[in-house]
């Protein structure tokens, strides 16, 4: 089982990114896909989550109306499209799969290696 983020990079304030998570080793069908971050010295936390079956959808209060989660079943691919960034946004981004609907990192199964964005003011 394995996660592959990748899309990370440096942008400038107000710009775009967007972050790629393929899935590959088994069917992820009835999995709930997230998306969280980790800035340095502080605690990883939710950005976003998709149900792979219902497409029901959830975001971290602070990138509602900025950031989109999308799903590509076809593809084994999750998608989080980032518009207005901000600097406070810099992080290292990580997707993370769980049989379960949840916005608790510690209940995730299953995470990809992480991909740097930095916001630059």
């Known amino acids: 089982v394995q996660l592959q983020a990748s899309g990370g990079g440096l942008v400038q304030a107000g710009g775009s990114l967007r972050l790629s998570c393929a899935v590959s080793?088994?069917?992820?069908?009835?999995?709930?896909m997230g998306w969280f971050r980790q800035a340095p010295g502080k605690e990883r936390e939710f950005v976003a989550a998709?149900?792979?079956?219902?497409?029901?959808?959830h975001y971290a209060d602070s990138v509602k109306g900025r950031f989109a989660i999308s799903r590509d079943n076809a593809k084994n691919t999750v998608y989080l499209q980032m518009n207005s960034l901000k600097p406070e946004d810099t992080a290292v981004y990580y997707c993370?799969?769980?049989?379960?609907?949840?916005?608790?990192?510690?209940?995730?199964?299953?995470w990809g290696q992480g991909t740097q964005v930095t916001v630059s003011s």
């Open positions: 080793g088994r069917s992820f069908a009835n999995y709930n």
């Open positions: 993370a799969a769980d049989s379960t609907p949840t916005t608790v990192a510690s209940s995730y199964d299953y």
């Open positions: 998709i149900s792979w079956t219902t497409g029901h959808i």
